[in-house]
């Protein structure tokens, strides 16, 4: 495509990219944006977070609903005013799904008044099955069909997610999988092979929010059984995320490791920055989630290219990153039993954490930010 026909495009991000991300979907919004902005020469990200809260009760949740509706059509006139200011231009939206509520009725709306503008999820997972109850599961998922329904491309981050989205809106549609990358250069990885233990304790490493789609609870239950078994070595737990982000369950978990008397193999490191992240991952022995449902898995890749086996469960799109009995190991969400019992098989064999820490480097190798926004922007091009 010319540079002139490049030049005509408008481009639309929703939301706003965090200028400090937490989660692996907000990383991957701003990389984009970024690479995005050096491609097109009119990119505007837009967000309307009027009454914009968390919800956590019913009440807090009829609330959300009600201002989602309110939000949809701020959305509206927010594009047309976007499309007054640039006549001419062929205008494309890509959209978090995250933002599903405050856009399933704008996407529809577009697609009755105008037929020219090309609509583009991101779909780093699915919502809906995440709800803990069934009314809103089930609303969530009416709301994530209509969302998608009126998409012209849908960029996801994993074949699996494919699957989930084909589930739900069973239409034929144009995907494009776009991988996270990892940021190869500011991490520390560890020299090949593993740290020679003699007598010290082996470091478990757990990274990512402390919420229930981590499912942490299950974590510590196998912990628990760990710590009661004959010692084939002894082992610390760090685990390293937000405590804030849903502040009832985390205060839970913690409750749970007191109750347990874990407090001596646990600990809850908070938020850190890159650098110390990058420490722990070289001093890591094994990594670990008992996550529910993973869209990708960047902590997971982040360990691998540190040489970390990883005992993960089978939730979403973990098994197309780790290999069963190859790279580590995977179980079933919720199985604490089965998640102790791999465990235990890592640390009772230094042979076999380098061997799949070896083997994970390779497979981590193949993640590049570059190669994957490369085929979003191809894709955007031909939409």
Sequence with gaps: MSQKKIDDLKLIFIPTPRENPITGGEIYNLKLVEFLREKFSNLEC????????????????????????????????????????????????????????????????????????????????????????????????????LFLGQADLIITTSEATINS??????????????????DKDRMRTRREGSLERQGEKLNLLVVGSVTRRKDIKTLVKAVKILAEQPAKVGFSVDVVGDLEKERDYATEVVKLVSDLSLSGHISFIGRIDDEELSKLYSRGDIFITASLHEGFGMAIAEAMYNRLPVVATSGGAIPYLVEDGVTGFLVAPGDYKQLAEK??????????????????????KEFDWGKSFKKIYEGLLEA
């Design 46 to 145: 837009i967000e309307s977070s009027v009454l914009r809260r968390k919800a956590n009760r019913s009440y807090q949740v009829l609330f959300f609903g009600l201002t989602s509706l309110i939000r949809n059509f701020l959305y509206l006139i927010k594009l047309f005013k976007i499309r007054r200011k640039t006549p001419g231009k062929r205008v494309i939206i890509l959209e978090d799904i995250y933002y599903s509520t405050d856009l399933f009725l704008f996407n529809s709306l577009i697609r009755w008044l105008k037929k020219d503008i090309v609509i583009v999820p991101i779909v780093h997972h699915l919502y809906y099955p995440l709800q803990n109850r069934h009314l809103y599961s089930w609303l969530m998922r009416k709301v994530e069909t």
């Design 165 to 182: 989205v084909r589930e739900i809106i069973r239409q034929d549609k144009k995907f494009l999988v776009a991988y996270p990358g990892l």
């Design 343 to 364: 465990i235990s098989s890592l640390l009772g064999s230094e042979r076999l954490r380098k061997e799949m820490g070896a083997r994970g480097f390779d497979r981590a």
